[in-house]
């Protein structure tokens, strides 16, 4: 019989016959190893007291199984996954293993539990506030990006997203106008001026290059020679 263990931290390598209750926090699209081909595919779990793992599940045939079977925000016994440590440079959580889903890992959604465990938090952003995270080092204007551990959460089951879909129906009008008028395309003038005044041509940029190369290059040869 397997032991349910209250904590993720409670399970290592030496646990055997171990099961946990967990909640998907995170859950990534599947990538490929930039190592080898082998598919892959990555999950973030957490337990009731807040202590997560990472988790990952290799061949995408595997993939497509579990994809279908482990959602974000549900909550889920797993069993007898492989625990294995994990090197420093690919922790993502605050835990020295991950956990490795195959065929021989038992998993089974908890739907009608009172005790279910909550859904994971998410530190939101405002847009008004995107600038404090902005990448200064490229800086070409404000735009997003993904990355390659970029993941998208579709309609997850929080306040949330909740509130947002309520404000969206009680928007929907004003929302279809604004799509079909595309209002949002539309720059002021004092906006534009202020854009035109910031472009710089082309041609001055490479005038400048070849300015500063002249400029290095007879610096060069004069110390050179002297």
């Not at 835990?95 to 890992?105: L, R, S």
């Not at 539990?113 to 938090?121: E, F, T």
């Amino acid at each position: 019989m397997r032991k349910l263990y209250s904590s993720i931290k409670d399970i290592n390598p030496k646990t055997r016959n171990w099961k946990v209750k967990v909640v998907v926090a995170e859950k990534t699209m599947a990538r490929t190893s930039m190592q080898s081909p082998t598919k892959y595919m990555r999950l973030i779990l957490a337990d009731s007291q807040g202590n997560k793992v990472q988790a990952v599940i290799f061949n995408q045939r595997e993939i497509d199984m579990f994809d279908q079977l482990l959602h974000i925000t549900r909550t889920y016994y797993i069993h007898n996954a492989i625990v294995k440590p994990i090197k420093p440079e690919h922790r993502i959580v605050d835990n020295v293993y991950q956990w490795t889903i195959n065929p021989t890992t038992l998993i089974e959604e908890i739907s009608n539990d009172d005790s279910s465990l909550p859904a994971p938090s998410f530190n939101f952003v405002p847009f008004t506030e995107l600038h404090k995270h902005m990448d200064y080092s490229a800086l070409v204007g404000l735009s997003l990006s993904t990355r390659s551990s970029s993941s998208f959460i579709i309609d997850p089951r929080i306040p949330e997203a909740i509130a947002l879909q309520t404000w969206a129906t009680e928007k929907e009008k004003q929302l279809n106008e604004i799509i079909t008028e595309k209002h949002y395309l539309t720059a002021s003038s004092s906006s534009l001026a202020l854009i035109i005044e910031n472009i710089t041509e082309i041609a001055l940029i490479v005038t400048l290059v070849q300015t500063v190369i002249s400029i290095s290059t007879s610096y060069y040869s004069f110390f050179c020679l002297d």
